[in-house]
């Protein structure tokens, strides 16, 4: 059974920067696509983007695409979101989870869900 748990979240100011990371335990997650959502109080999870497998291919979400970018170390079982020009909007609860392909893009075709890391941004 893997487990997935996001850690560095945290507090920024507006066009700051954060990086995430998801990392795997119990297993490698090297031959799966991993993507990122975020839940902001009261709304629903939001896709944010995937990367594939290998690392080579990534899709956006288009509220964050420029900004944001996934990538993924399969040695170190971790997957990472760089979130750069931060905006109020982006605050949310982040999660990782595994996805059925790179292709996915809606909840119900990931799974292996993380607890979250909260990403708080101020204006």
């Known amino acids: 059974q893997v487990q997935l748990i996001e850690s560095g979240g945290g507090l920024v100011q507006t066009g700051g920067s954060l990086r995430l990371s998801c990392a795997a335990s119990?297993?490698?997650?090297?031959?799966?696509?991993v993507g990122w959502f975020r839940q902001a109080p009261g709304k629903e999870r939001e896709f944010v983007g995937i990367?594939?497998?290998?690392?080579?291919?990534?899709y956006y979400a288009d509220s964050v695409k420029g900004r944001f970018t996934i990538s993924r170390d399969n040695a170190k079982n971790t997957v990472y979101l760089q979130m750069n020009n931060l905006k109020p909007e982006d605050t949310a609860a982040y999660y990782c989870?595994?996805?059925?392909?790179?292709?996915?893009?809606?909840?119900?075709?990931?799974?292996?869900w993380g607890q979250g890391t909260q990403v708080t941004v101020s204006s």
């Open positions: 989870a595994l996805g059925s392909s790179r292709y996915a893009r809606a909840s119900a075709d990931f799974g292996s």
């Open positions: 119990g297993r490698t997650v090297s031959t799966y696509a």
């Open positions: 990367v594939s497998w290998s690392g080579s291919v990534t």
